[in-house]
Each structure stands twice: as C-alpha cells, then as structure tokens.
C-alpha cells in the first residue's frame, strides 16, 4: 500500500515504467490479503487445508490468480527495460504509456483466467484421484499444467532481458572508448542493471523454488494425507511464507532502486540522442 500510495503521489505516474511499478504493488497486495485469508482459515478450521474443502476453491484461486499477476509483471519490467536500452539508438519506436496499460490488462486478463479455471471446474472435489496433498482440492494436472510453463517464463525470459541490457551497455562502452569519449555513465549503469539482476534471480529462485519443488513432490507422491502429517504441510506453509517474502522483496528492488536505474538508462537515452544529432551534424 505504502508503494501504491507513494507512486500515485509522484508526478512521474505516466512514465509506462511506472505503471508497471505500481500495477506490480497491486499484485503483491492481492498476494497477500489471499495469503492473509487462507492463514485465518487455517487458524479457524485446520481441517480444510489438510483434506480440502470447496471453501478452499476461491482464496486458493485469488492466490494463484495473483501470484500468476506478479510473474507476469515481473517479465513485462524486465522487457520494458531491455526496450528502453535497446531502442533508445532508434527513433522509430519508444515505450509509450499505451503499450503499458494494454500489458498490464493482458496480465490480469491472463492470470484472472488461469486463476480462475479451479473455480471453472477443474477441480478434485469430487474426484479422490489425481488430487493435490498439499493443495487440496486443486489438481495435480492444473497444478503441473500452471506451475511449469510460468516456471520457465519466470526465469527464461528476464534473464535474456537483463543479459541483453548488460551487453548492449558493455558494446556502447567499448564503441565510446574507442573514439576517446568518456565512458562512466555506462560503466555505472551495467553495474547497476548487473546488480540488480542478480537480485532479481535470487529473489524469485528463494521464492518460487520450492513451491516449485512442492508440486513435483506431489506429482510424484502416493501417499495418503494423513501419513504426510505434519512435515510435508509445514513445508507448504513455509513455501507460502516465501512467496509472501517476496511480495516485500519487490518493492526494495523495483522501488527503492528503480529510481537510480532509471536515471541511468534515461542518461543513457540522452547519450544516445546527442550521439545520433552529433552525427547528422
């Protein structure tokens, strides 16, 4: 709330980063008031989180639907970054407002609907095979079906983009030092996008990791739910403690440091530009 507030305050709101920023903080929110709504079920009636329940079915798939909204926004930053570097030597395209409001609504649009399919009918509530342990009563099937491909995007996809930004900068460096012209602005902008993506990746592999690992242990498991009590279930809530953790993760990365990125990728563009003017010239 207190980024959400702090973004809408600011008079940068319509930079397409900032969008990304604050709709990033309203997913962190959805993510957790549904973890805060399915530990007070837990506190109230243990039971239906163990052996499932159908009042399970809507805070499980308000939790999915956001953590499906974070990842999703998560990629669309890390692909407006590499634009913003990529592009800025071109005068053809720019990240406009327009493009961040139509990839933030297919981000919901997308997560709302894979979210929401458990609500749909693709559950086990009737079924006693296939049912997830430790999601009961989700699926194994969706469960596999929704966590590896997200796995992959969550993963693949911002380490390209970051890849890519780092070695775009590292080739301006190199073609700056070449003609004798000072190259401090992109050294520190690479050491600043290098940091930041390793924070990136820690972050998101402490965080969905296991969760991760929690799915293919129930793909694979064919025990019954009582003979995994309580350790596999104390497992589950840490898994979910992390996702949390990383709802708070989020704002120090994106927030506290968007500022100085920013402003070295906006001095970049600036860079650029008077490279491209000199040169008409």
Request: charged letters at 15%; proline letters at 4%; glycine letters at 4%.
């Amino acid at each position: 709330c207190t980024v959400i507030f702090t973004r809408m305050a600011t008079k940068d709101l319509h930079k397409p980063i900032s969008i990304l920023f604050c709709n990033l903080a309203f997913s962190d929110l959805f993510t957790s008031f549904s973890g805060f709504w399915i530990s007070m079920l837990f506190i109230t009636d243990p039971d239906i989180t163990i052996f499932g329940s159908k009042d399970m079915l809507a805070p499980y798939a308000l939790y999915t639907m956001s953590i499906l909204s974070t990842i999703y926004n998560l990629v669309s930053i890390g692909i407006e970054r590499y634009l913003a570097v990529a592009e800025s030597m071109r005068t053809r395209f720019r990240v406009a407002r327009n493009h961040s409001i139509v990839a933030v609504l297919i981000n919901w649009l997308l997560a709302f609907f894979l979210g929401c399919l458990p609500l749909m009918g693709w559950n086990c509530l009737r079924m006693e095979k296939n049912l997830s342990v430790l999601y009961s009563p989700f699926c194994v099937d969706y469960l596999i079906f929704i966590a590896i491909p997200n796995v992959v995007v969550a993963f693949i996809i911002p380490l390209f983009t970051y890849l890519r930004i780092i070695i775009i900068l590292r080739k301006r460096k190199l073609k700056m030092k070449a003609c004798g012209q000072a190259t401090g602005t992109y050294k520190s902008a690479e050491i600043q996008v290098a940091r930041t993506s390793i924070f990136i990746w820690l972050l998101a592999l402490i965080s969905y990791a296991p969760f991760f690992a929690g799915v293919i242990f129930d793909a694979t498991n064919h025990q019954c739910h009582i003979d995994l009590y309580p350790g596999v279930y104390i497992f589950r809530n840490c898994t979910a403690m992390l996702i949390t953790m990383n709802c708070l993760g989020n704002p120090i990365i994106y927030t506290l440091k968007a500022k100085t990125l920013g402003a070295k990728l906006k001095a970049l563009k600036c860079l650029s530009t008077n490279r491209v003017r000199a040169c008409t010239i």
